[in-house]
């Protein structure tokens, strides 16, 4: 690694969101909590506290009734591919959270955190979560918990993977059958149960694939890319007013936003 | 030698050093690390094998595939969308991927249960055996049928689109008792309209598949109408890039900028309630300027022109009323708020589409509506000659199960048949089709005909969400005897006197006849993905046991030795009736099925056809072509519905007969209630029988919920004029009653209205549901449909009033 930049594997897997087929249901993030052991507490609507890692955001377009827009915005890791770090990964001081050079994917190593949050503070997207408490789920639930994901403890920050734990499954499966683990490619539990495709998942290196075609369309923008932090989550609008708060190029009069 | 201070720190120097050197600090740092996340309170989920199990959701009517993953086949992590199921593609929606969470839920009820104190006390529940709880029951059963009155027995079931609702008709009829209802649905006047205008009840079907222009009045697409998984797959199909295809253009109509509003290509404003306005406009445009199917009306149509009653009273056509005052351009305008101009343009618009279709029912298609407006909504698809082969509507397909046994019927049930039901009692119009669940309660309430001594409620939450259902509650301490099936601790299994607990839907076996709103044929059965986790019955089975214990006449009309062999001879009647075929083409196919087609029939007999269901396929069957199904009177499709005549009705006016508008205003004084309240729905709260998850609830807005108190909203123009603002606490109150809620400000709000979610304001269950805003159900108004008679609630007057 450089200053100039970082070492690119060959993957750098990434996601594409369509706005304009989302319908803000909200299947998404119910995914995202049954399949990494999100934990929930009674009262989840104080959403600084409240754990989310498929976040959902509010966007309008400032008008008033007869022209009132609004749209839901789901909002993963962002799995920033900026030269050199990802902001969060830059001021971690006991290296939990890293780039995985190799495939683009932003980890969180939980045993490694220490709890400081620097990384919370350091994210424009809010996209990391801190565990403020001992994670528990009424009796009998916690026989839903997936064995493919480790529950955190309290006193650690914890955040979207893009289901990583599905890619080493994807590569595991692929290596017994000898086949290309770089070739590999898998979807994250919210694009799988997204009931209108407005997610897609896949390698932006590979041109032929749908992710790298739909990041290339008029549509696509993403979000604060004037802070080079080079996201590899695209989102896909036909609304200017969408894209141009996607870069929070101007401000909301409501007071009711959020995002 | 002395230990002065240089040796002191070699030594120190060296002790570190050697410290260091030794495995013994990483070892202590490995071990602290493994400890930390080895917290005995941290929950460790056991290991094991994951599979997969495909079945059916039955959450709700819709229909999908889904697939349950299991560790060690015997615990269920999630629910995901059936990839190769024709309905959801591989998606789900938030309920269906939260399934899993009323598996594992604390509020499931265990085992039997009896109230030992007063009725509603959740203390007084005592535990009783399997034995005992059935025994009282059939005890009770059966001193009713030896005392001649089998009709005081009601039952209310949630389930209208599945082979539970025929074994409750089944178990009725044989036993001697009309009472039998389900809760309330847009299916209710559909039927009613489907009879008035085609002479046969079944709702409506729309092939939304092929359609090019979707002109939506109030329907909620998006949040959850007809079946959802279908739609969902559909909006995202509709809205493909240009690269994946062409787009289809959606319109909808709607006094709130719903999130379906929000997502069309263009949104229409109107008031609230007026959308049937505004399609009456609309034909009217379409007539004067002769946009219209003229040869289909010629052919197909009767009451489009002017006709003749049976008595030989000559009658005005809907031609000529379109032409009338009450329905001319400005009447529309007026009523609708919209210049005259866009409704002309609207009209011209859809009129031009090759495609295009009408499509209505607000609330998910979960209340009867204005069985007129169902009317007017339809006559706008007859005026585009939507019902020709090929056509964007038709009428729901049968699905031809086997039939059920034939009631032989003893003298007591003969006796018990021949009382009315008891929501047909008093004065009132004769009614269209089906049960009236308000007037039976109502009447149950004030003035009942007869006592009612029993009352079962099976997978049905009425306390909860049945609107002004202070009815129910009132309703309920006239009842003698209350047994509620529920899984669920829930506001109507706390009211009962004793309780039968149903498996969760995922232990247990159901099926799905018909797609809503799809004009394919659909069945499926959803197979039990694990067995039951608690001490309890499938009510299927609990019916049979009563039947077969009653003996005589009932349990000849109910001879299965279990629920999954009436299942199962259903579906060899299935097999073995004409046409049809189990789905197992690539899921983009289901779109490209034609109308009269004959599908491949993949299966030799009943047992083949099970094996292939159970494992999650679906059977289908294509549409039939609309106009051979018509069974009205003059064999076509009727716009002025002369069925009425032989329905018993005495009508005066011509417009009685024709699809109008026909708004009911809510009850209260516009002066001391100036605002109109509506309910919304979001796709992320549940308000059905199943409470929301708390998964789905983590996603609700901070400004739909805050802690323990929910929003209304408010148009930020009204909220101003009345001093409010975002956040402020109010006192929302209506006839019906009041609820303390706070304002949230929404540009999307009409400003004469104020709108509330469905779904909040459960009491009971445990503290992840229970106690979490205001119930918007117990605030309506709830009015007489003027045709059906069903109980329509759509709004209510409501006040606002500051707190503090």
Known sequence: MSEQGHKQGAVRFGMVIDLDKCTGCMACSVACQAENNISFREDESNKLRSISWMEVFYLDNDQDYANYQYTYLPRPCMHCDAPHHAPCTFVCPVNATTRDEENGIVGHIYPRCIGCRYCIVACPYHARDFNWWDPAWPEPMEAMLNPEVSPRMRGVVEKCTFCHHRLLKARAKAFLEEQDLYEVTYMPACGEACPTKAISFGNLNDAESQVAKLAKDPRAFRLLSKLNTEPKVYYLSKHEWVRKQGDKHFQNSNGNKRG | ?804
């Not at chain 2, 082979?163 to 089944?170: A, E, G, K, P, Y």
Request: hydrophobic share 40%; glycine share 10%; net charge neutral.
């Open chain 2, 1 to 804: 030698m002395k230990f002065g201070r240089r040796a002191f720190l070699q030594f120190a120097a060296g002790a570190v050093g050697g410290t260091l050197l030794s495995p013994l600090p990483w070892k202590l740092v490995d071990d602290a690390s493994i400890w930390s996340q080895n917290w005995s309170w941290r929950p460790s989920p056991e290991r094991g094998p994951v599979t997969r199990k495909a079945s059916v959701c039955t959450l709700c009517d819709g229909g999908c595939g889904i697939q349950v993953r299991l560790v060690n086949k015997n615990r269920a992590i999630s629910v995901e969308g059936n990839p190769r199921h024709p309905v959801n593609e591989g998606g789900i929606c938030p309920l269906g991927a939260a399934g899993a969470q009323f598996l594992y839920a604390p509020y499931r009820i265990s085992q039997p249960m009896k109230q030992s104190k007063k009725r509603g006390d959740a203390t007084g529940f005592k535990p009783i055996s399997w034995d005992e709880a059935v025994g009282e029951l059939q005890k009770k059963l059966s001193n009713l049928r030896k005392a001649e009155t089998p009709h005081t027995v009601a039952a209310i079931t949630g389930h209208a689109h599945n082979s539970m609702q025929d074994l409750w008709q089944q178990f009725f009829t044989a036993y001697g008792s009309q009472n039998l209802f389900t809760m309330p649905s847009h299916r209710d006047s559909l039927q009613g309209a489907g009879l008035l205008a085609l002479g046969r009840e079944a709702p409506f079907a729309f092939d939304l598949e092929h359609a090019s222009f979707i002109l939506s009045f109030g329907a909620d697409l998006v949040e959850g109408w007809g079946s959802p998984g279908r739609m969902q797959t559909l909006f995202g199909k509709w809205n493909a890039s240009e690269a994946e295809g062409a787009a289809v253009k959606l319109v909808q109509v709607a006094s709130r900028c719903s999130m379906t509003a929000a997502k069309a290509d263009r949104w229409i404003p109107v008031r609230p309630g007026s959308e049937a306005a505004l399609a009456l406009g609309m034909a009217h445009v379409m007539v004067k300027e002769k946009l219209y199917d003229a040869s289909f009306m010629q052919d197909h149509v009767f009451g489009f022109e002017d006709w003749t009653d049976t008595r030989g009273k000559p009658r005005q056509g809907f031609k000529s009323f379109l032409m009338a005052a009450e329905n001319s351009l400005e009447a529309a305008s007026q009523q609708t708020g919209l210049e005259a101009p866009r409704i002309v343009d609207l009209a011209r618009e859809f009129a031009a589409q090759n495609h295009a279709v009408a499509v209505w029912g607000g609330s998910g298609g979960n209340l009867p509506e204005n069985t007129y407006h169902d009317l007017v909504f339809f006559a706008l698809n007859v005026l585009k000659g939507n019902l020709k082969p090929g056509g964007m509507l038709s009428l729901a397909a049968t699905v031809p199960l086997g039939e059920l046994p034939q009631i032989r019927g003893d003298e007591t049930a003969r006796k018990g048949l021949a009382q009315k039901s008891a929501d047909q009692i008093g004065d009132e119009k004769p009614s269209l089709t089906g049960r009236n669940l308000y007037a039976f309660l109502s009447l149950v309430a004030q003035a009942p005909p007869y006592p009612i001594e029993i009352l079962m409620i099976h997978e049905a939450n009425p306390a909860y969400g049945l609107a002004g259902k202070q009815t129910f509650e009132k309703a309920v301490e006239r009842v003698g005897w209350m047994v509620s099936f529920s899984s669920y601790m829930d506001e109507t299994a706390l009211l009962a006197d004793i309780i039968l607990p149903n498996h969760a839907a995922l232990e247990r076996l159901d099926d799905v006849i018909g797609l809503p709103g799809s004009p394919l044929a659909y069945y499926a059965v959803a197979a039990p993905v694990l067995p039951p986790r608690l001490n309890t019955r499938h009510t299927g089975d609990v019916l049979l046991q009563l039947a077969r214990s009653m003996g005589g006449s009932v349990g000849e009309a109910l001879p299965w030795k279990s629920h999954e062999e009436f299942l199962q001879e259903r579906v060899k009647g299935l097999a073995a009736a004409e046409g049809g075929a189990v789905f197992e083409e690539s899921p983009s196919d289901w779109g490209k099925v034609k109308v009269g087609s004959t599908p491949h029939r993949n299966y030799t007999d009943g047992a083949g056809l099970w094996k292939k269901l159970s494992a999650g396929h679906c059977w289908y069957d294509a549409p039939r072509d609309p106009l051979q199904e018509i069974r009205s009177a003059s064999g076509k499709i009727e716009l002025a519905f002369q069925t009425l005549d032989s329905k018993g009705w005495a009508v005066e006016k011509d417009e009685l007969y024709l699809p109008r508008f026909a708004l009911q205003a809510p009850s209260g004084d516009p002066k001391e209630y100036p605002l109109l309240l509506l309910p919304y729905r979001m796709s992320s709260l549940s308000y059905g029988y199943h409470p929301n998850p708390p998964f789905m609830t983590k996603t609700v807005w901070d400004f739909v919920l805050k802690g323990k108190e929910s929003f209304v909203e408010l148009h930020p123009g009204t909220a101003q004029s009345m001093g409010l603002k975002e956040g402020d606490r109010i006192i929302l109150k209506t006839p019906g009653g009041e609820a303390t809620v706070r304002v949230h400000l929404f540009p999307g709000a009409r400003p004469e209205a104020v709108y509330m979610p469905l779904g909040l304001g459960r009491k009971g269950y445990d503290a992840y549901i229970g106690g979490k805003g205001a119930n918007v159900n117990s605030l309506l108004d709830v009015q007489g449909d003027p045709l059906s008679g069903q109980g329509i609630a759509w709004s209510a007057r409501a006040q606002l009033k500051r707190l503090g």
